[in-house]
């Protein structure tokens, strides 16, 4: 059988604060389609210069740790030398670095393979931009 490949994009509205927006079942709703029961890889993207892609625990307060922890290593002030858009805006665009802005996730049976805790998050702290795409894309 040989391999397929599938892309698709979505629009996310992320709202004007920070945060850290589980796409799993997003994914998961996308393999139904795109994957139909088969075994392959899942991509995840966020094409922007401001959001990244983590696997993290949500629910338990893992998600808000890690956004306080950003806050922490990136805080929103003055030393930044990107400077437009709100004050402090220029740590968001070294957010990329610390959290990539895509994600590899094994596809098994039609189905992310993903451990039992785990979640895809789109992690945004850039509140001047609300909108957000997301490119989901299954080769199997």
């Known amino acids: 059988m040989s391999d397929t490949f599938h892309s698709r994009t979505f ?5 004007t604060g920070e945060v ?3 796409v799993t079942e997003r994914c998961a709703a996308f393999l139904d389609s795109a994957a139909r029961g088969r075994d392959g890889l899942l991509n995840v993207f966020v094409p922007h210069a ?16 890690l956004l306080a922890l950003l806050r ?4 929103a002030d003055g030393r930044w030398r990107h400077r437009h858009g709100s004050p402090g805006h220029g740590r ?4 990329p670095g610390l959290v990539a802005p ?14 039992i805790w785990q979640s895809v998050v789109l992690v945004d702290t850039n509140i001047d931009n ?3 795409t997301l490119r989901l894309s299954f080769l199997g």
């Open 20 to 22: 850290a927006l589980d």
């Open 102 to 115: 895509h994600a590899t996730l094994p596809v098994i049976g039609g189905r992310l393979a993903l451990g």
């Open 130 to 132: 609300p909108r957000r």
């Open 72 to 75: 922490d290593l990136l805080p």
């Open 92 to 95: 968001d665009h070294v957010l």
């Open 11 to 15: 629009e996310i509205t992320t709202g």
């Open 50 to 65: 401001t959001a990244g892609i983590a696997v993290i625990e949500t629910g338990a307060g893992s998600d808000e740790d």
